[in-house]
């Protein structure tokens, strides 16, 4: 099947680290990419992860990846209001022509 | 600059009229997309372009043409629109299709209200 699994809501406070989860569906995917999408906007491409690494840090983002369960996820260090957003992942089978199979978003809300 | 623009960014109309969307791209990329996101956010996949040749046309109805003049630009043109097709409409590019390391780039959405 297409579908990249995501849970749809979570709920933090400010300053609290956030975990987004992802399920994506073909193990031949090569890279995989977060995207923000604040609300009324585009995407944003946050960070995207080749498969052949576990783990990527930019910043306050860690992206952690287990190819063996095709689990993909976000860590948000130090939450912030700002961060409230749906949050997207996606794969790609990195050939000429494919395109980006998203999940359906995980709406991050931040409370002060 | 903006890397990649659609016009209009709203655009309503009633029912049975035909509107085009317009994307345009500065990046010097070879491959345009057009994704549909539906009321629930979710984001599907409609149609790509590479240099100017149609490479994905999803299960779409054929009131939905895409043209692309060049490999700059991409529109959507839509026959006899219908309520269902009231959605955020995303334009997209990637520098050779793959979107390896740098992902795709997205417009900013053009909001399509049909009554």
């Known amino acids: 099947g297409e579908d990249v699994e995501q849970s749809l809501f979570l709920s933090v406070r400010e300053g609290d680290s956030s975990v987004i989860n992802c399920t994506y569906t073909?193990?031949?995917?090569?890279?995989l990419y977060w995207y923000k999408q604040e609300p009324g906007a585009g995407l944003q491409l946050l960070t995207y992860i080749f498969s052949n690494m576990d783990m990527k840090q930019d910043q306050r983002l860690t992206v952690l990846l287990n190819k063996k369960d095709k689990h993909l996820s976000l860590r948000i260090a130090d939450t912030q209001t700002g961060d409230s957003a749906i949050y997207f992942c996606a794969e790609s089978r990195g050939q000429a022509g494919t395109a980006l199979i998203f999940g359906k978003g995980t709406t991050l809300s931040v409370s002060s | 600059d903006t890397a990649v623009s659609q016009t209009p960014k709203y655009l309503v109309t009633q029912m049975g009229n035909d509107k085009s969307i317009k994307c345009e791209q500065n990046?010097?990329?070879?491959?345009m997309y057009w994704y549909k996101q539906d009321s629930k956010k979710f984001l599907k996949i409609m149609f790509s372009y590479n240099n100017k040749e149609l490479i994905i046309n999803e299960t779409v109805p054929n009131r939905f043409s895409p043209k692309s003049p060049d490999k700059a630009h991409l529109n959507l043109h839509i026959n006899s629109l219908e309520l269902g097709d009231s959605a955020v409409y995303f334009c997209?590019?990637?520098?050779?299709?793959?979107?390896?390391?740098?992902?795709?780039?997205f417009g900013s959405g053009t909001r399509l209200t049909v009554v």
């Open positions: 073909d193990s031949s995917s090569t890279y």
């Open positions: 997209a590019s990637s520098r050779d299709g793959t979107g390896n390391y740098y992902g795709y780039t």
């Open positions: 990046l010097g990329h070879d491959t």
